[in-house]
């Protein structure tokens, strides 16, 4: 906020003292930008108690902002977004300062979403998830490079094909629990490591699958096996997951979709994706049956968390 007023205070200084030429349009756009931006600040709740009197020289602030990135709390925020870097660019570069404004307002709405217990309480249950989706795979991938190395595969395909099946859906799983991963990152990124170990596990699970197992599951499709219809469909979602966006997200939640209550994502987001209710809590199929099956037979413990997009429009892991 104080490098905003910074630069908007150094705008209107500037405008004042001469007039901008038409040659240099592109900074005029930032600059407007940027007028924009304060004028929305100066009529929020952020700016209470906000003293443009008070306020530090452009150096202080940007020396203040630099030293909070060394505190423990912002220290995975540091590492994944070089903040310190580029905190120390924006004060040179207006369009740098915009863009670093937009995300701390993302960044600040995604953690507003839910208190940090509640916060905590996803991150543990996604990276438990992660965690066994990374060993069911390996454990797959390990036998089907053993299998094709024995030159037993084919036989391997005929008698397993439903497992390779399974360890697709796994994999799909674990790609659900990517896709929370990123649009929830500054919950993960708050809690300090996890989110390099929910990586590694997302690492293991892609090697995973491009070791052998994607390989295997198409095999299983190209067979006249009779788990070959459902392994073809499993491929093409998982595809379709690989194409997603979070934009398609943030659109979901502005419709006020139904929301899977252990990965927070909107239903409707998973092409083919069948919904169960447990509990009272609508969940992705898969993923509760992952869950039942290889962290608890109990439901997940976790707190109602009200999702809303970033206009505001919410929605909520409500039982029905």
Same mark, same amino acid.
């Given at each position: *906020? ?12 500037? +405008?004042? !003292? #001469? ?13 407007? &930008? ?9 009529? !929020? ?11 530090? !020289? ?12 060394? =505190? =423990? ?5 540091? +590492?994944?977004?070089?903040?310190? &870097? ?11 300062? $915009?863009?670093?404004?937009?995300? !701390? @307002? ?12 509640? +916060?905590?309480?996803?991150? $543990? ?21 053993? %299998? ?10 005929? &008698? ?33 490591? *996890?989110? #390099?170990? *929910? ?21 299983? $499709? ?13 491929? =093409? #979602? ?32 998973? +092409?083919?994706?069948?919904?169960? @209710? ?6 992705? @199929? ?9 962290? %608890? ?12 997009? *970033?206009?505001?429009?919410?929605? %909520?892991?409500?039982?029905?």
């Amino acid at each position: *906020m104080a490098m905003i007023f910074r630069y908007n205070k150094d705008i209107k200084e500037a +405008q004042k !003292s #001469s007039a901008h030429s038409d040659g240099n349009k592109e900074e005029t756009a930032i600059e407007r &930008e940027i007028q924009e931006i304060w004028e929305k600040l100066r009529d !929020s709740s952020l700016a209470e108690g906000f003293r443009i009197e008070e306020q530090p !020289s452009r150096d202080e602030s940007i020396s203040g902002l630099l030293n909070s990135t060394k =505190e =423990e709390h912002i220290k995975d925020f540091e +590492q994944h977004y070089h903040l310190a &870097e580029k905190i120390a660019l924006a004060q040179h570069d207006m369009s740098l300062a $915009v863009e670093l404004y937009k995300h !701390s @307002v993302s960044t600040l709405h995604t953690l507003g979403l839910a208190s940090k217990e509640e +916060q905590c309480d996803y991150v $543990v249950a996604w990276y438990s998830m992660f965690l066994s989706c990374a060993q069911e795979l390996q454990h797959g991938a390990v036998l089907w490079q053993e %299998s094709c190395h024995a030159k037993v595969h084919d036989l391997v395909i005929s &008698e397993g094909a439903n497992w390779f099946v399974a360890l697709g859906e796994i994999y799909r799983v674990a790609h659900l629990l990517h896709l929370s991963l990123q649009y929830f990152k500054p919950w993960v990124l708050a809690d300090p490591g *996890m989110f #390099s170990k *929910m990586l590694a596990c997302w690492d293991s699970c892609i090697n995973a699958w491009t070791s052998g197992l994607e390989t295997a599951l198409k095999t299983v $499709v190209d067979s006249d096996h009779l788990a070959a219809p459902a392994g073809k469909a499993l491929l =093409e #979602s998982i595809v379709s997951i690989n194409e997603l966006e979070l934009a398609n997200f943030e659109r979901c939640l502005a419709n006020n979709e139904l929301t899977c209550r252990l990965t927070l994502l909107p239903t409707g987001l998973l +092409q083919g994706g069948k919904v169960v @209710v447990w509990n009272g809590n609508h969940y992705f @199929v898969k993923a509760a049956n992952f869950w039942a099956n290889r962290v %608890s037979s109990d439901p997940p413990r976790l707190s109602l968390v009200h999702i809303s997009s *970033m206009d505001g429009t919410s929605n %909520s892991c409500l039982p029905c």
